[in-house]
């Protein structure tokens, strides 16, 4: 039973594998798509409303309304509202601070609505009551939106009523930070380049990304507005406007610099948070989904892209199987040997030809440091089995949700977590990796070096030990 339940989960995991590599297939064959972008004079462009959720966001609250000031478009036609969800007792100071860089012919609007029902989706929700305007940007607080950035996006939304939001891609501002960040620069830019430009080309249901982005007001109330019930509002409404019928906009060549978490502690719970949301957005629509009359293919690429979270929950049940039967001993069957070594092989390779095509997009893969890059973003992830894991399995058991902010910078620990957990892990499964099942050797070794990386960088706190990838050897 256990050997058949270990089969049912790596087959799962072929999936996973099977979607990255399909999508990246798509990205390197299929033909370009290009929004159409008319140019429209100043008269006739639409009200763009520009919302800046913040939370306690201090100086970089500050930074993304001075940007959002700064945006090429008609003042008469562009309302900011900055919506503050942070302690009453900062408010006036933040009022204060964006005063003195915001120009005062600005329409800008500092609100705050007093509770965070609904987290970021319940601000968003809030801030839209007080405001008619027909296009909504979005950008959270560690963005930086360039001048052209509404030029360059609205027209497509004026263009195509059948488009909901227009999204742009992630940039990294402090990208070579440590190689935490470095690897995240690989991660987040393979999502975007390989796998939201393939979506867009091959016309597939793709997730606004939260940020740097512009909605259809229109598809917003049709699609039933922002919601706080999950911890991914964006995915959340992304794929009920998809089952209205609306088509999402990419724009591969507008890049929006933002913050990546520059410590384990901050990172590992923004991907918990991201998995947990992910978890809740499955459980919430996928009954939803294959109910309605949309095509089959619709709702497979819908499922797929919403049950990626599961790759942590089916990678650990994956070593807790093989960990049981190794300690009981049992003699593998050649079946699910040999399909322990597909999956795995399958599992390495396509992540490494994902994260090296996203590189290759954007015209990386000569940079400094480029292998060891690769090689981390491949490891640290796994570091985040244990996390992950838990974040599944408390959304999938109706756990009450807690919306845990990621640390921005100097930020080094979140929760009391110290890494043990992952520590003891990495500590104790190459001891088991090398007994007589070779087949998942492979898998073991990444396993453990995440979790050693993870589990110390949570203890120190920091990464400081690890030399910086911008820096000369020896420095």
């Known amino acids: 039973m256990l050997q058949f339940t270990l089969a049912l989960v790596l087959v799962a995991l072929a999936i996973l594998s099977l979607q990255l590599a399909v999508l990246a297939i798509l990205r390197m064959y299929r033909a370009p798509r290009h929004l159409r972008m008319p140019l429209i004079p100043d008269e006739a462009l639409p009200h763009v409303l520009v919302q800046l959720p913040v939370c306690d966001e201090g100086s970089l609250a500050v930074r993304v309304a001075a940007s959002a000031a700064q945006l090429d478009w008609p003042k008469d036609k562009l309302e900011i509202q900055l919506l503050d969800d942070g302690p ?3 408010h006036e100071a933040l009022i204060a601070a964006v005063r003195d860089v915001v120009p005062a012919d600005v329409n800008l609007k500092i609100m705050r609505r007093g509770e965070r029902a609904g987290f970021k989706a319940g601000n968003l929700a809030f801030g839209l009551t007080h405001s008619q ?41 402090n990208r070579n930070r440590n190689w935490l960040t470095r690897a995240q620069g690989f991660l987040l830019d393979s999502h975007f380049a390989v796998e939201q430009e393939a979506r867009f080309r091959a016309g597939l249901p793709m997730s606004f990304n939260g940020t740097a982005g512009v909605w259809s007001r229109e598809a917003i109330d049709n699609g039933g507005g922002w919601t706080g019930d999950t911890l991914t509002e964006d995915l959340d409404l992304s794929m009920r406007c998809s089952l209205k019928g609306y088509r999402m906009g990419f724009v591969h060549d507008l890049e929006v610099p933002g913050e990546l978490p520059e410590t384990a502690a901050a990172w590992r719970a923004q991907q918990a948070r991201w998995t947990k949301g992910h978890a809740q957005c499955a459980a919430k629509l996928l009954p939803l989904i294959w109910s309605s009359a949309i095509p089959l293919w619709q709702k497979t690429a819908m499922t797929l892209q919403m049950c990626q979270f599961g790759f942590y929950l089916l990678a650990g049940t994956s070593a807790v199987i093989s960990l049981v039967l190794m300690y009981l001993d049992v003699v593998y069957l050649d079946s699910v040997a040999t399909l322990g070594l597909i999956v795995t092989a399958l599992g390495i390779s396509t992540s490494l030809f994902y994260l090296r095509l996203g590189q290759q997009m954007l015209g990386r893969e000569h940079e400094p440091y480029f292998l060891p890059s690769l090689l981390l973003a491949m490891i640290f992830p796994s570091g985040l089995v244990l996390s992950n894991a838990r974040a599944t399995y408390e959304a999938l058991s109706g756990k009450p949700m807690d919306f845990a902010r990621t640390p921005k910078a100097g930020a080094a620990i979140v929760g009391g977590w110290r890494g043990s957990p992952e520590l003891v892990t990495g500590i104790s499964l190459p001891v088991f990796a090398l007994t007589e099942q070779a087949w998942s050797l492979p898998f073991f070794i990444i396993a453990a070096a995440g979790l050693l990386l993870i589990g110390g960088m949570g203890l120190q706190g920091r990464l400081a030990r690890l030399p910086a990838p911008d820096s000369a050897p020896g420095e």
């Open 88 to 90: 009453a007792h900062k």
């Open 133 to 173: 305007a027909p296009y909504v940007a979005v950008f959270d607080a560690d963005f930086v939106p360039p001048r052209d950035f509404l030029r360059r996006t609205v027209p497509a939304l004026v263009a195509d009523n059948g488009l909901a939001f227009v999204q742009a891609r992630w940039g990294h501002a």
